[in-house]
């Protein structure tokens, strides 16, 4: 059973919106460290925990413009799932973060000088 897979959308729900996008944040971290040659198998587990957290957060929005935004997102982190790309991956991460003013302070912290 993956990770996350038994997650509730109620549970889901009870954090808040800069929340559940710094958890959807740190498993992209977690993600952007297996872009090696023998780590295709855990990257593809992190991508899918990282979708699930994605599409359950964009359920549980109410703001239609975030829930857009969110979706648009998604597209493009399926893309990274199906074709592994660490640059893809650090500018999707970037791009998360920049969704809500709570996360965007991390951008430093999580990105670093590795910034898309």
Excluded: C
């Amino acid at each position: 059973m993956t990770q996350h897979s038994s997650l509730t959308l109620e549970q889901w729900s009870r954090y808040s919106r800069g929340q559940q996008i710094l958890m959807i944040a740190a498993e992209m971290n977690r993600a952007g460290k297996l872009f090696g040659p023998g780590d295709r198998s855990r990257l593809a587990n992190a991508y899918e925990r990282v979708l699930r957290l994605a599409d359950l957060t964009a359920v549980a929005q109410r703001s239609r413009s975030l829930r857009r935004e969110l979706l648009r997102w998604r597209e493009l982190a399926g893309a990274v799932y199906l074709e592994p790309d660490e640059g893809r991956d650090r500018a999707l991460l970037r791009a998360l973060l920049l969704l809500t003013s709570a996360s965007a302070k991390q951008v430093p912290f999580l990105l670093g000088g590795r910034q898309a």
